[in-house]
């Protein structure tokens, strides 16, 4: 019987460590997020199944409402434990035709690590996003 059990206490013991190792895509990165410049929030919802977009739901110039629910993250799924990737992003201040790769990664509950990239990510631009209050004052509302 002492034989039996320690023939089957490695197996059980990596079953569980591979278990604990298996991805998980309940923490997803939704919600509204101040980006790194402060000047916008954009909320962060699901859209086409499990993947995640995203539109400028806030601007801190008022007078900026054109921006006001332009689509600026697009396609992005999950690829591991509160990691998306393979969607696309919008530089709001750059050239709104040109899409970037985009990966995004929760870092907690209140911060949102935002990796804009173009073909590879050795060529990325890094951002911290911040979470902003539910209750935020929407622009066009």
């Not at 002492?2 to 023939?7: A, S, T, V, Y």
């Not at 278990?19 to 402060?38: N, Q, V």
């Not at 434990?81 to 709001?92: A, K, L, M, Y």
């Not at 631009?125 to 902003?132: I, L, P, S, V």
């Amino acid at each position: 019987m002492i034989e039996g059990l320690k023939r089957v206490l490695p197996i059980a013991a990596f079953a569980v460590v591979g278990l604990a190792a298996a991805p998980s895509f309940a923490a997803e990165p939704t919600g509204i997020w101040y980006d790194h410049t402060g000047r916008g929030a954009v909320e962060i919802v699901k859209c086409g199944g499990n993947n995640l977009c995203g539109k400028l739901v806030w601007l801190k110039n008022a007078s900026h409402k054109e921006g006001c629910g332009l689509q600026i993250l697009g396609n992005v799924r999950p690829v591991a434990n509160g990691v998306w990737d393979g969607g696309w992003i919008i530089d709001p201040e750059k050239d709104l035709n040109t899409k970037y790769s985009v990966e995004l990664t929760l870092v907690g509950p209140k911060s949102l690590k935002v990796v804009g990239y173009l073909g590879t990510k050795f060529f990325s631009e890094t951002m911290m996003w911040k979470r902003a209050p539910d209750d935020l004052k929407r622009c066009g509302a």
